[in-house]
């Protein structure tokens, strides 16, 4: 039974029957868990430990009675004492009963509470219990696992495992039923009171309850995933959360929210999230009481305890306890699952945990996010929290169409949310914003107007901003972000008048905000003191002035970086600023002579440099590395080559490239300022870690460049589209030919897929046809090649045009939509029908199919490195299609 319920919770277990409590007291990997076949039934349980009560008294090497007053942690209304009078042993079973105490008792009830710590401890089997439930409003009855070490942490960081529990049995529902609920939950994660927990209830058939006769309740537990039980009815399984890696490596998400634990790493002593089999990897040990009373019962049904219910006791009556071992598998309990169809559907059996959801990478493009403008932003509805009022749209006179907050007398804050579980609108998707890129240049801002002050005028009004539902968040004082003159700045909001508002994103992460997934936007008067408030918002964005601000180096241009000097290697000259021709001005002269050298600029400290290695990862989308060279004297070996070399990170990854590997494609010409361009993604797709860029170096190969005497100019790292709109990204694989570094493709049945004119509106398209050997076909890309669709997440689709020519000989063979990653574990297929156009191919004729990027990720995809796109006939089933595609691209909506 959960130690110190939050006032949350607790209000929350007043709502809802289903709302789970439990009877607890305290790096990053990725396992899948072993497919099991649901059809085959398994026996392999092994008795290992058992008390079945036959005896004339509780055996003392089994149980130790917990003697306390302490309510539990749960406000509970009994002491627990080793009395027989509240735990005795008779006709074969173990009677657990509360009674009223005696008068000045220091609790009004009396009970008892068994466990097994240090005489009976498991990891991992089948724990199972035959009982008789007590009934009546105020009883609580558990059933219930603890860690027998704190290995974690104190509670609930090390765990709990509340096998069964069940509270007010019989008493009314709130549809006038009888209550007849069980629970099945796990606490985890961290420390009180921000404590977590998952769970799941269920009733027998029939209204059958509990409390009328004996039933058997059980959890198969082994690695990575518990099951609970009902008389052998499988009603709930909750398993270990599994992180979402894309091909770089980087998580991005969970493909199951589950369990997790968070506790301080030895060595480091740094407080960790942790996605795998802790805290539920330990030995724990067995808990039966009976308590009376808490925050979970006294707060549902018909509300505080019965005290006739109670007033010739109530008994919990065990018939008998047995721990089973799994004989495959003792080690991790793995092999002897109970379970049926549906035990792992999040539909049916499956419980979503409540594990945090790692933060994905950025994506490094700034963009910028319109909340609300007039128009509802379908993956940032209006919210909220908790006082139950559904924010209205609204006709103001001066903003048009706004959104109205009203405050009534229940506790609230207000605002905007990206967060699934309040999302309504079928065309929203969480959408949590990644605003790192313009952490630096960009704001919040928001219009607000309030119509009504609250009854209490000067309440203190507050801006919040939290990121990854909850994990880390900014809360400021709403006037720190009032834009206007100073002397118009009050304490409060005026009344009747819009207002402006902007908090920095800089000073938001200043203040704990990681603004890489930004999840909620509220502002609201301080908690329970808003009651009569009534206020306006309008024009709310995430964004920064002036288009995107890509980041930017230059190295040299009319004179040097001092944080990125100029620098000969190894042959102990000193490059010189020389003025050049009236266009370039001052440049950077390097002479080379005898001595074998490379030379360039550089920024590690060891060489003079201002130890600032430039992060380009911003920059792979359409960001270059460019300078202008002009050759003063060729090297006297006539045969030496021009190189250009990148390194970062210490060297710990560098591109060598010829000179005439750039986009221009030239070598120097004597005499002559040229330009050179290398593009970002070519310099990434070559091994360079572009995030640590510290050399950079243009030079005759070693040992030929005696006598080079050449010059650099206007050496920088940008992107051209800096300071323009935000880029709608995206990629065309094929209209009229196949996109750069693309093909199209027959995997496997030997042919070579053609371009060929169609009608006026198609022109060029992608002709495929397939013969006798099964196959499937579509557009890929070459090796090492891939597209990284992260920054069009939740607005970006696949899309093509399809013309079916000739149909399969098998005219019933279903069509097929499939699309891959480098990542080879991450591929989803889907009907062709699918598509948001939900059509099949009709012969003759063109046809749109679009696939939402979201629904794609959703499904497994790793988004950030796409290299194959296919559409075909089912395996084997599509002998004499011929079809056509055109227009395939990776874009936004």
């Given at each position: ?17 289903t ?8 790096s ?78 220091p ?19 089948r ?45 009314a ?39 009328d ?19 052998g ?46 805290p ?24 505080g ?74 993956n940032?509805p ?5 006082g ?16 109205e ?9 207000m605002?905007f949310?990206?967060?699934?579980q ?27 107007k ?44 005026e009344?009747g008048?819009?207002?402006?508002y ?52 230059v ?36 002479r ?49 080559t ?12 560098a ?16 005499g ?18 572009v ?25 920088k ?8 709109e ?36 198609h ?17 890929i ?8 669709a ?47 156009e ?6 003759g ?23 194959v796109?296919?559409m ?22």
């Amino acid at each position: 039974m959960t130690k110190k319920a939050s006032q949350l919770s607790r209000i929350a277990a007043a709502l809802s029957v289903t709302t789970l409590f439990g009877c607890g007291g305290g790096s990053t990997t990725s396992t899948d868990i072993d497919v099991v076949d649901a059809s085959v039934p398994v026996s392999d349980w092994e008795l290992v430990w058992s008390d079945e009560f036959d005896g004339a008294s509780i055996d003392d090497d089994n149980w130790t009675h917990e003697v306390d007053c302490n309510g539990g942690g749960n406000n509970e209304a009994q002491c627990y004492t080793d009395s027989e009078e509240n735990a005795f042993v008779s006709d074969g079973s173990l009677k657990i009963v509360a009674l009223p105490a005696e008068e000045g008792a220091p609790k009004p009830y009396t009970s008892a509470r068994l466990n097994t710590r240090y005489k009976a401890d498991f990891k991992y089997g089948r724990i199972e219990m035959r009982a008789k439930m007590p009934e009546g409003q105020g009883s609580w009855p558990a059933f219930w696992m603890m860690p027998t070490d704190e290995v974690y942490g104190g509670w609930p960081r090390s765990g709990e495992i509340d096998i069964v529990e069940a509270v007010n049995l019989k008493a009314a529902n709130a549809e006038g039923n009888p209550e007849n609920h069980i629970y099945g939950t796990l606490h985890y994660g961290q420390e009180w009171p921000n404590n977590d927990s998952s769970g799941q209830a269920y009733s027998l058939p029939d209204g059958a309850n509990p409390a009328d006769d004996f039933h058997t309740y059980a959890v198969e537990w082994q690695e990575g995933e518990i099951r609970w039980y009902m008389d052998g009815y499988l009603y709930a399984t909750q398993r270990r959360s599994e992180v979402r890696y894309n091909a770089n490596g980087d998580a991005t998400g969970l493909t199951h929210r589950g369990w997790y634990a968070e506790y301080y790493e030895q060595g480091t002593g740094e407080l960790t999230t942790h996605w795998d089999n802790a805290p539920f990897d330990q030995e724990f040990y067995l808990i039966l009481n009976f308590a009376v009373g808490g925050d979970w019962p006294a707060n549902v049904n018909e509300t505080g305890i019965d005290a006739e219910a109670f007033a010739e006791g109530q008994t919990f009556e065990v018939d008998y306890v047995r721990v089973y071992e799994c004989a495959s598998d003792p080690d991790t309990g793995k092999g002897c699952e109970t379970v049926r169809p549906g035990y792992d559907s999040l539909d049916d059996a499956l419980v979503e945990g409540a594990a945090p959801v790692p933060s994905p990478p950025s994506t490094g493009i700034p963009q910028n996010l319109t909340i609300f403008d007039g128009t509802p932003n379908p993956n940032w509805p209006a919210w909220d929290c908790c006082g139950g009022t559904t924010p209205e749209l609204v006709e103001d006179s001066e903003q048009g169409q706004v959104y109205e907050f009203t405050i009534n007398e229940a506790p609230t804050v207000m605002g905007f949310i990206s967060r699934s579980q309040f999302i309504t609108d079928p065309e929203g998707e969480a959408s949590p914003f990644d605003a790192s890129p313009i952490e630096e240049t960009g704001s919040v801002k928001f219009d607000l107007k309030v119509t009504s002050l609250p009854n209490n005028a000067t309440t203190n009004w507050l801006f919040k901003v939290e990121s990854s539902e909850g994990s880390t968040f900014a809360e400021l004082p709403l006037m720190n972000g009032y834009v206007g003159p100073a002397d118009t700045a009050g304490a409060t909001p005026e009344q009747g008048v819009w207002e402006s508002y902007e908090f920095p994103l800089s000073a938001l992460a200043q203040a704990g905000l990681d603004t890489s997934a930004i999840d909620v936007i509220m502002v609201f008067p301080a908690w329970d003191t808003g009651n009569g408030a009534v206020y306006r918002m309008a024009n709310v964005e995430i964004s920064q002035e002036g288009g995107v601000s890509y980041p930017e180096l230059v190295i040299f241009e009319d004179g040097q970086n001092p944080n990125w000097p100029m620098w000969d290697c190894c042959g102990g000259s000193t490059p010189t600023e020389e003025m050049d021709d009236e266009a370039h001005g001052l440049t950077a002269e390097f002479r080379i002579g005898a001595e074998p050298t490379v030379m360039g600029f550089i920024t590690r400290s060891e060489s003079g440099g201002g130890d600032t290695p430039f992060d380009a990862t911003a920059l792979t989308d359409g960001g270059l590395l460019q300078f202008e060279m002009r050759v003063l004297s060729a090297p006297t070996n006539p045969d030496s080559t021009w190189l250009f070399k990148v390194e970062s990170n210490g060297a710990s990854t560098a591109v060598e490239l010829p000179l005439a590997d750039s986009v221009e494609g030239q070598a120097p010409v004597e005499g002559e300022w040229q330009t050179y361009t290398f593009p970002i993604s070519d310099l990434q797709a070559r091994g360079l870690d572009v995030s640590a860029i510290d050399v950079i170096m243009v030079f005759p190969a070693w040992s030929t460049g005696e006598g080079a005497v050449y010059r650099l100019d206007n050496v920088k790292i940008f992107h051209p589209d800096n300071g323009a709109e935000a880029p709608a990204g995206g990629l065309t694989l094929f209209a009229d030919t196949a996109a750069d570094q693309w093909r199209i493709w027959d995997c496997c049945g030997g042919s070579t897929p053609t371009e060929e004119v169609d009608d006026a509106e198609h022109g060029t398209v992608a002709e495929f046809r397939i013969g006798a050997t099964p196959t499937v076909m579509g557009i890929i890309a070459d090796d090492g090649h891939s597209y990284d669709a992260s920054a069009l997440l939740t607005n970006g689709v696949v899309r093509f045009e399809m013309k079916v020519s000739s149909m399969p000989n098998d005219a019933s063979a279903p069509w097929l939509f499939k699309i891959e990653s480098i990542n080879v574990s991450s591929a989803v297929e889907l009907p062709i029908s699918a598509s948001l156009e939900g059509v099949d191919p009709v012969e003759g004729e063109w046809q749109i199919y679009t696939f939402p990027l979201q629904t794609l990720y959703d499904a497994g995809l790793d988004i950030s490195a796409i290299n194959v796109i296919m559409m075909f006939p089912a395996w084997g089933s599509g002998e004499g299609a011929v079809y056509r595609v055109d227009n395939a691209e990776i874009a936004a909506q």
